[in-house]
Structures are given as structure tokens and as C-alpha cells.
T-cell receptor, first 114, second 116 residues
Framework: DTGVSQDPRHKITKRGQNVTFRCDPI?????LYWYRQTLGQGPEFLTY????????KSRLLSDRFSAERPKGSFSTLEIQRTEQGDSAMYLC????????????FGPGTRLLVL | AQTVTQSQPEMSVQEAETVTLSCTYD???????LFWYKQPPSRQMILVIR??????QNATENRFSVNFQKAAKSFSLKISDSQLGDTAMYFC?????????????FGKGTKLTVNP
């Protein structure tokens, strides 16, 4: 049983460029979450999918951010017109459909915006 | 407000000794789950232990145990017989359910160093 995987692991980009991250959840998990973690802080919730439906978006997710999970399997998180303040670790997690089940995290994508 | 407070930014312990990490939280919900996650340097976050709020018995997982005080909204983690591999950031979190979605609310973490 493979864990949650994320790609790429590291991304360096220039301000104003668009970036896209991918997350592959544990195969039988129908819930998928994105979190953002800045230096010295705990992860903060960004958005949540149950199957292909995006059920909640945090206020942290500005209009420049968009997330999709088109077939209820992998998910992508796109940031348009990146800003230096977007530099952070972007974490993906997945869980089964049971209520308040444990979330399992991927290794994260570390983004640096120059 | 749904918040988690970890009042110890950094702690250190000698190998083989016991250490306790503190966590307090605030929620108006009655049913929730509490978690301790471990994030080793440059490695992914992994679950250490979880506690259902409706259970009075404290959870244990091998060398890891919790002291859950629901009335005080306190959820501390005790690590016994500390090992060098326990060196990591430790995050306390609870899961809340709002409008059909669920999300983890994390504290800022405690950096634990186990010294040889």
C-alpha cells in the first residue's frame, strides 16, 4: 500500500510565473486535503475534496489559487502569478470516507518564489 | 475560535529519558479527535497518536502516551525512553467538522531534540 505522493518535491520559480503541483492520494481514500506550511508554523488548511467535489476553500486561497480533482483520484494545485509570499511547503493529505478519520500526509512540495 | 496552543517552542531531552510536550486547544464542539503528528527534519509528517474526545481512557502507542483532560482542554504527549530518532517537530492538532467538510487545525509545533 503506497502512501501519499507529491510532485515535484521542490520548485523554484520567478515572481509572476505560474506553477502547478500534483498530489496522488492513497488509492482507496476518497478525501483529499491541501495545506500550506510556512517556516516555523504548523500547517494551515487550504482546501478539501471528497471524491471530485471541492467542499471547502479557506480564505487563505486567493483568486490566484485553484485546485482540481477531476476524476476523484489525483489532485492538482495551481498558483497563478506567483508572489514571494507564496513561498512555503504545500502539503497534501488523504483519508478514507469515515468521519474524522486520520489524515495521512505526503512529503510536500517546497516552493520558493524569487 | 478553533485554536491549538503549544507553549513550548523548543525542548531537549537526554536519550532514554522521558519528556512531556504540552498542548491546549479551544473548540466549541463536543465530538472531535485529537492528534499528535511528528515531522522529522526534511521528512514527511507522520501520525504519532490519536485520541477520541468521547473516550476517557488515554491513548497509548508503545513509548508514546497522552494525558487528555477534556474539561481543561489539554492534550499533552509523553515520550518515554526517548530515542535519537524521536528528534523532530511535534504538532498537536484536532479535527473539526464544519458544513460537511473536515480539516485539521494545528498548533505551531514544538521542536524536540534528543541528545545522546
Amino acid at each position: 500500500d503506497t502512501g501519499v505522493s507529491q510532485d515535484p518535491r521542490h520548485k523554484i520559480t520567478k515572481r509572476g510565473q505560474n506553477v502547478t503541483f500534483r498530489c496522488d492520494p492513497i488509492s482507496e481514500h476518497n478525501r483529499l486535503y491541501w495545506y500550506r506550511q510556512t517556516l516555523g508554523q504548523g500547517p494551515e488548511f487550504l482546501t478539501y475534496f471528497q471524491n471530485e467535489a471541492q467542499l471547502e476553500k479557506s480564505r487563505l486561497l486567493s483568486d490566484r489559487f485553484s485546485a482540481e480533482r477531476p476524476k476523484g483520484s489525483f489532485s492538482t494545485l495551481e498558483i497563478q502569478r506567483t508572489e514571494q509570499g507564496d513561498s512555503a511547503m504545500y502539503l497534501c493529505a488523504s483519508s478514507s470516507g469515515r468521519k474524522q478519520e486520520t489524515q495521512y500526509f505526503g512529503p510536500g512540495t517546497r516552493l520558493l518564489v524569487l | 475560535a478553533q485554536t491549538v496552543t503549544q507553549s513550548q517552542p523548543e525542548m531537549s531531552v537526554q536519550e532514554a529519558e522521558t519528556v512531556t510536550l504540552s498542548c491546549t486547544y479551544d473548540t466549541s464542539e463536543n465530538n472531535y479527535y485529537l492528534f499528535w503528528y511528528k515531522q522529522p527534519p526534511s521528512r514527511q509528517m507522520i501520525l504519532v497518536i490519536r485520541q477520541e474526545a468521547y473516550k476517557q481512557q488515554n491513548a497509548t502507542e508503545n513509548r508514546f502516551s497522552v494525558n487528555f483532560q477534556k474539561a481543561a482542554k489539554s492534550f499533552s504527549l509523553k515520550i518515554s525512553d526517548s530515542q535519537l530518532g524521536d528528534t523532530a517537530m511535534y504538532f498537536c492538532a484536532f479535527i473539526i467538522t464544519q458544513g460537511g467538510s473536515e480539516k485539521l487545525v494545528f498548533g505551531k509545533g514544538t521542536k524536540l531534540t534528543v541528545n545522546p
